[in-house]
């Protein structure tokens, strides 16, 4: 029904920037939730950053001031623009998504494929 398509990881030096792009596409009819989370080697998933539908945002405590999402609500895109990097950031960063598929309420729930970021001198 709806796909996320992720872009813009790399390798990048401690203190430089990426900007994270998730496109989604498919049967769209409301996009209620976009957020990114990631998954550091030997770690659990976490939460990195949430954009809400009304405009609202949540930060993880380790990447606020660094880390910003944004929305393009006519292409459907979220972005985590992240600036100054630090090893410990290094990880797989997921794009989630809550996105309404039809006027009745009915939603869909999922993840992109992933996209690594390594930060490293």
């Known amino acids: 029904q709806v796909q996320l398509v992720e872009s813009g990881g790399g390798l990048v030096q401690p203190g430089g920037s990426l900007r994270l792009s998730c496109a989604a596409s498919?049967?769209?009819?409301?996009?209620?939730?976009m957020g990114w989370y990631r998954q550091g080697p030997g770690k659990q998933r976490e939460l990195v950053a949430v954009?809400?539908?009304?405009?609202?945002?949540d930060y993880a405590d380790s990447v606020k001031g660094r880390f910003t999402i944004s929305r393009d609500s006519v292409k459907n895109t979220v972005y985590l623009q992240m600036n100054s990097l630090k090893p410990e950031d290094t990880a797989v960063y997921y794009c989630n998504a809550l996105i309404g598929t039809a006027p009745d309420g009915e939603t869909w729930h999922g993840w992109g494929q992933g996209t690594q970021v390594t930060v490293s001198s």
């Open positions: 498919g049967k769209i009819f409301s996009i209620r939730e």
């Open positions: 954009l809400i539908s009304g405009g609202s945002t």
